[in-house]
């Protein structure tokens, strides 16, 4: 008997000890998509800006506009980003089909691309706005908020929980799932072939079954990831917001897939790279039969085997 309870304590230690694992990003959730269980949850209902996490929805808008795909879209000085002065690879004046920028604006996050799909949407701009809101509200994301199509303003914010409802949303259009799950594409501007490559290098790495991917970054929001994947059997959405780097949010990501859903994975990839190794010293998070842990004076809540709603 008492040896029988020894092996039942021992298993629960080591099912805890499995999950102490080092999470770079400020918030984390995990959720199984057959079954809408939270694997994984840190600071999931916390706002904070999204960065180009905003395109998916911005995706989402235009195609529900329902327009000509081939329809030729010129970039223009309006669609320059004059408030953070990010760089792009599409030139003021290039003509380009709407589907072409769709591209653009998902698998390569370029900003031009995105704000000309807002500009070129159905009554313009403020239609476009009109249309976020709509689909914002039509989805439940009672925490969004979603001012322009690019993710440079830092008030387009919304929590972990709110964006899992928005790549459950997106992960139904078969437009925005072939585009964010291709590793790059050779794109016609001005008469020439431009290779462009998707922001998220784990899309095409070897061992990775992605569904849906889009990576975001700005100052205020820190490196961001939506990933839809399969993994050791389970099909689960990751949203990752807020890590400092793009080494820890990759990371974040293998240990997601690692201890969360429970594949190891490909045992060397890009990502492990002795700078992403040092930078896995920073707070742990500890699962534990209690489901809280403490570190200093923080309190990080580890939520497992609850019905994401």
Known sequence: MIKKILAAVVMTISSAAA????FGSQSVLVVEDDTGKVLFEKNASTVAPIASLTKLMTAMVVLDAHQDMNEPIEIEKEDVDMLKHSTSRVP???TIPRRDVLQLALMSSDNRAAAALARTYPGGI???????KRKIAALGMTQTAI???????PNNRSTAADLVKM???ASNYAEI???TTSSKDLINIKGREVEYHNT??????????IGLSKTGYTQEAGRCLIMRVKAAGKNAT????????SSVRILDALNIRRHVLGDAGPVATRAESPRVRASAGGPRIRASVGGSTRRGHKHVTVTRHRRHR
């Open 19 to 22: 999950l102490a694992v080092p």
């Open 92 to 94: 003021v004046g290039a």
């Open 126 to 132: 403020e239609a476009f706005r009109a249309a976020v």
């Open 147 to 153: 001012e322009e199509p690019t993710g440079l303003s």
């Open 167 to 169: 790549a459950t949303a």
């Open 177 to 179: 799932t072939r585009i």
């Open 200 to 209: 998220n290098r784990l899309v095409g790495a070897k061992g990775w079954d």
């Open 238 to 245: 990751m949203v990752l917001l807020n890590a400092g780097a």
